[in-house]
């Protein structure tokens, strides 16, 4: 029978282009320069081929950017179980768009993500809401600093 484990801290997954995907323990508790920090010297890890098991194992979610390396638009990620849902990071696209004024004109950079949910933790509702939550944050980052 499976069961649904149930974590009090967040370990973020982080898909790169290894057997395994690489995670950021307690990622709940750490700073964005931390994380990145973190992401990097597992990414170096990864290339080196000296990961070991406790470098990847234990996530609960995942994110994988198919944008930044491969200038993929936009795509649908499969879940890693046992973990909870994986967000699929697109590239960033520029285009142009209406300015302040009725013939002014301004660039603004669009990007697409897809969040895949396991449903027995995860309502899609719920999934929604976050996703719009995500979107807030990305779209005015400085929400974030309060």
Known sequence: ?????LYHNVNINVAVQTDNGLYVPDADKKGLSKISEEVKNLAQKAKDNSLKPEDYEGG???VSNLG???GVKQFCAIINPPQAGIL???????????GAGSDQYKFASFMSVTLS?????????IG??????????????ESMLL
Not at 88 to 98: I, W, Y
Not at 128 to 140: D, H, Q, R, T
């Open 68 to 70: 930044g390396p491969f």
């Open 88 to 98: 699929a990071v697109g590239s960033a696209e520029k285009k142009v768009v209406p």
């Open 128 to 141: 929604a809401e976050w996703l719009k939550a995500f979107k807030g944050y990305i779209e005015n980052p």
């Open 1 to 5: 029978m499976q069961k649904i484990r």
């Open 117 to 125: 949910c396991d449903h027995r933790v995860i309502d899609g509702a």
């Open 60 to 62: 609960t979610f995942t």
